[in-house]
């Protein structure tokens, strides 16, 4: 399905071709947005306003095979979030690409996902949806894009993609400063974008201990000048950069692919585990917190999350308005292993 509108007629075009031309099509169609929009425009709750309660949206998704764009919608109806506030909004989707492996759906935010994403975003009358990622673990992105699935959803549904690893960047403060990094480097397509959305995985992590909306945004930061695995992100402190990344880009939401998950050693060579679930919220640390729980993890225990609060947003679960399902309700809790030190004395 054809969501977005056709400038030429691509027929016989490959996917790799489709994706390599919307590397430079992307930038190329923000470039005159970006004379008149500033650095990150329209911040919305972010960093955390006591005078608004956050609100975390659960939602049951047995399946991926199902309207998952309804259910989306549905969630960003409950987290206050209007046609109004989408129209003309150009928005950027952030999922986890990590590894492929044949058949290990577990690995990676579903393709199906990051479609109803699209489909929500257009619906409510976004301008621009595309997706961005810089991968960390394989330097060739649109090989990992052709293995996981995700080339085939944007090319059927042309949707641009942006290497965000290699991409040209800028450098801020870093004002945040829970680790020794005096700057931070970002891809200059954040700066040309309305909202930014992290579409995670729920998964468990050998660093630390969960990854989830505010860790997935270190595949934000350009391997060409972090490395791979993002090496010096995880030299100065994995849990500081979280932060400091977070309390940067200023994310407006997140979601969350629990329909299927990971258990175990995370991020990747974990085992699989059906949470049947998506998850949704504007603050990233309240909704963190919230798939904590679901995954029978303290949030309390897990460093980042214990930095995020006050700052950037509450964990405490009187602190967080539950919207949709209950945290008992769909209560999952994922296998942990005693040998992994993020892992001790995390559960619930």
């Not at 969960?210 to 391997?223: A, D, E, H, I, Q």
Request: one cysteine or more; a positive charge.
């Amino acid at each position: 399905m054809d969501h977005q509108d056709k400038t030429s007629d691509r027929k016989g075009w490959t996917r790799r071709e489709f994706i390599y031309c919307s590397l430079a099509g992307a930038v190329l169609g923000l470039s005159v947005y970006q004379a008149y929009r500033r650095f990150f425009p329209g911040g919305l709750s972010w960093p955390f306003s006591r005078a608004e309660p956050a609100a975390t949206f659960i939602v049951r998704a047995p399946r991926y095979q199902m309207n998952l764009a309804s259910l989306i919608l549905r969630g960003l109806k409950e987290l206050g979030i209007t046609p109004q506030e989408i129209r003309g909004k150009r928005i950027l989707l952030k999922p986890n690409l990590v590894e492929t492996r044949i058949g290990a759906e577990h690995i990676n935010t579903h393709p199906l996902v990051v479609r109803a994403a699209v489909e929500a975003f257009l619906h409510l009358g976004a301008a621009r949806v595309l997706v961005a990622e810089g991968i960390g673990h394989r330097r060739d992105s649109l090989l990992v894009l052709e293995e996981s699935g995700l080339a085939e959803v944007l090319f059927e549904d042309r949707i641009p993609f942006v290497d965000l690893n290699y991409d040209t960047v800028y450098t801020v403060a870093n004002t945040h400063r829970a680790t020794r990094m005096a700057t931070l480097t970002f891809p200059d397509i954040l700066k040309q974008v309305d909202w930014i959305v992290s579409l995670a995985k729920m998964k468990t992590h050998h660093w630390a201990g969960v990854t989830l909306s505010m860790k997935n945004l270190f595949g934000v930061m350009p391997g060409s000048y972090y490395g791979w695995p993002k090496n010096v992100l995880h030299a100065v402190g994995i849990d500081g950069s979280i932060l400091d990344i977070n309390a940067a880009l200023k994310p407006q939401l997140a979601i969350v692919d629990g329909i299927l998950g990971m258990e175990g050693d995370g991020p990747i060579m974990g085992t699989p585990k059906s949470a049947g679930v998506l998850v949704m919220g504007r603050n990233l640390p309240a909704l963190d917190a919230t798939c904590a729980r679901i995954m029978g993890i303290n949030p309390h225990r897990l460093g980042y999350l214990a930095g995020a609060a006050p700052r950037l947003g509450p964990i405490r679960e009187a602190s967080i308005r539950q919207l949709g399902e209950t945290i008992a309700a769909v209560s999952t809790p994922f296998a942990l292993i005693e040998a992994i030190p993020a892992h001790r004395g995390i559960r619930l």
